[in-house]
């Protein structure tokens, strides 16, 4: 604990989540939730009036999957409760590929503060990973692991694979699998050229030389329709 720099009370917390996640299922919003819960992710969002009743509909959606208890509605801690699950939310829309002008408008968060945030959630990710893998804990640890990568990136795990590639990011990545290049085998087998015009010449290239195929020069090629200068 002391060489992750965990605050003691946020490791006996990880750990305690952790021994019951070993026997039930976890999902990628119950471990955002444990992560929000933390002293190290202050300050939390704040929940304006108008947002109570949208959190708490997602509070009673996975109440039973929750590794933290619920505190009574009359408890002082309520609503810093409600606020774990608001930060949560956040998190959850950003793994699900948001842009951040998305999460400014429905979050408030501006990008300075995503990164921030979005920094802190990967040490407690990494944080947690280290302490499931002590005990051994290895499907949880795998979760953790799993969920940092797309907390890093803003990203499903579908996507994975091909962030993989040096100089591909989320944008990239999600316009190749949009247009059927899901993996790295995908990647060796399309034309450079169709490669170049989703990503862009040089890009292209540079991706096909990291599958192990050398691509001297990709031939010119014409859009559906145009015409040279020849043709007048």
């Not at 509909?57 to 409600?82: A, C, G, K, N, R």
């Not at 999460?103 to 408030?108: G, P, Q, S, T």
């Amino acid at each position: 604990v002391a060489e992750l720099y965990l605050d003691p009370l946020t490791a006996h917390q990880l750990i305690k989540a952790m021994r019951q996640a070993s026997s039930t299922p976890v999902s990628p919003f119950t471990l955002l939730q444990l992560m929000s819960a933390q002293l190290e992710l202050r300050p939390l969002l704040t929940i304006k009036k108008a947002e109570y009743d949208k959190v708490e509909q997602t509070l009673m959606q996975w109440t039973s999957q929750l590794l933290i208890s619920e505190p009574s509605t009359f408890d002082v801690e309520y609503d810093e409760f409600l606020r774990t699950i608001k930060t949560a939310m956040f998190f959850a829309r950003w793994i699900e590929e948001c842009s951040e002008d998305v999460l400014l408008k429905e979050f408030n968060v501006r990008p300075g503060e995503l990164h921030a945030k979005k920094d802190r959630a990967m040490w407690l990710l990494y944080a947690a990973a280290e302490l499931a893998r002590l005990l051994a804990f290895h499907a949880t640890e795998k979760e953790f692991h799993k969920l940092r990568f797309r907390v890093e990136y803003g990203v499903k795990e579908e996507l994975f694979s091909l962030l993989r590639l040096k100089g591909v990011g989320r944008v990239r990545a999600r316009r190749m699998y949009n247009n059927k290049i899901k993996d790295l085998g995908d990647v060796k087998k399309i034309d450079v050229s169709v490669l170049g015009q989703l990503l862009g010449t040089k890009i292209a290239v540079e991706i096909k030389k990291q599958v192990g195929i050398s691509v001297d020069e990709i031939p010119p090629t014409k859009r559906k329709g145009q015409m040279g200068l020849g043709k007048y």
